[in-house]
């Protein structure tokens, strides 16, 4: 069965054609664009309009894409909407906006479905992980989901209020940052992570999403997105911190120049995202993480 969905987070939107069957997502397009929803929602709590209507105008393309090209499933799209949506007062007058201009129904996961529904959507393209351990988290612009599972069984989950967006703003007021704005940082995420989570062992980590993803391809040298390649690879903590020192000393337009491919829309918040991985691994004793492209979008798919 072919089928599409998109994924409106709070720093991307995310589209998937893919064909589903017996548990497994064999990918036949992605798209993305950058945003950014999520601008001021943490401080202000409401979707600003300007980030409505550039969400919107990402919607309309990727309507007009699927209209052209896979029109029998085009209107049957599940389209979902996390973290910034969820945080925002105005919220019902945005999703009755998309289904106005669209024609669809957003769907917005509580932060346990959008822990789930990672997990699942993690593992769907990956070999061999749906038998072992695992613990996937996926950060996100406004938040970060963990989920332990023992194969496909999921055990424990959580969403937790950090993400790329919401700490950039709250902690990362100037560029390069300050050290005190970085270990304030730092000290957010262990806390959250520790008021939150219960350390496991014995698990493969396996982190999903932009920071993930864009970093392990830089990390690589791939001159375009894989989602082929990058799934199963290896990303180490050392290049990790390595990417966090890099990016320490340069300012978003500085990184978005450097990595055009990668980071266009990331700049700004890629440091505070690279922070968050780092204290994750750092928590859960670990020293690299599995890559895998999957989430949201993927396992909301399994899900339908």
């Keep these: 069965m072919i089928a599409s969905s998109i994924d409106i987070g709070t720093n991307s939107v995310l589209l998937l054609v893919a064909e589903v069957a017996d548990g497994q997502i064999s990918v036949l397009k992605e798209l993305e664009a950058v945003p950014r929803l999520g601008r001021g929602v943490d401080e202000n709590r409401k979707l600003h309009i300007e980030s409505q209507q550039r969400v919107l105008k990402v919607l309309n393309h990727y309507k007009s894409f699927l209209d ?4 029998s499933i085009s209107l049957n799209t599940v389209v979902t909407a996390t973290s910034a949506v969820r945080d925002a007062s105005n919220r019902d007058e945005f999703i009755d906006l998309v289904a106005e201009k669209t024609g669809w129904n ?22 061999g992980q749906q038998r072992s351990n695992n613990l996937v988290f996926d950060i996100g612009g406004g938040s970060t989901e963990l989920a332990f599972g023992e194969g496909l069984n999921l055990m424990q989950f959580a969403s937790i209020d950090m993400g790329s967006v919401r700490f950039t703003e709250r902690f990362i007021k100037n560029y390069p940052p300050d050290r005190t704005s970085i270990e304030l940082l730092r000290n957010s995420v262990k806390l959250l992570l520790n008021e939150t989570f219960q350390s496991q062992t014995d698990f493969d980590l396996i982190g999903v999403a932009g920071t993930v993803t864009s970093i392990a391809a830089i990390h690589f ?5 894989d989602s082929s390649v990058l799934n199963g690879s290896v990303l180490g903590q050392k290049a990790i911190r390595e990417f966090t020192i890099r990016f320490r000393e340069m300012k978003p337009e500085e ?5 055009p491919k990668f980071l266009t829309g990331r700049g700004e918040v890629i440091l505070a995202g690279l922070l968050i991985m780092d204290e994750i691994l750092t928590y ?17 798919l399994l899900d339908s």
């Design 221 to 225: 040298g791939m001159s375009d997105y």
């Design 284 to 300: 859960f004793n670990k020293s690299e993480i599995t890559v895998s492209t999957g989430g949201i979008r993927h396992g909301i």
């Design 68 to 71: 052209e090209n896979y029109p």
């Design 255 to 259: 990184i978005e120049t450097a990595y």
């Design 106 to 127: 957003i769907r917005l996961l509580s932060g346990n479905e959008e822990a789930q529904t990672t997990y699942m959507g993690a593992l769907s393209v990956l070999n």
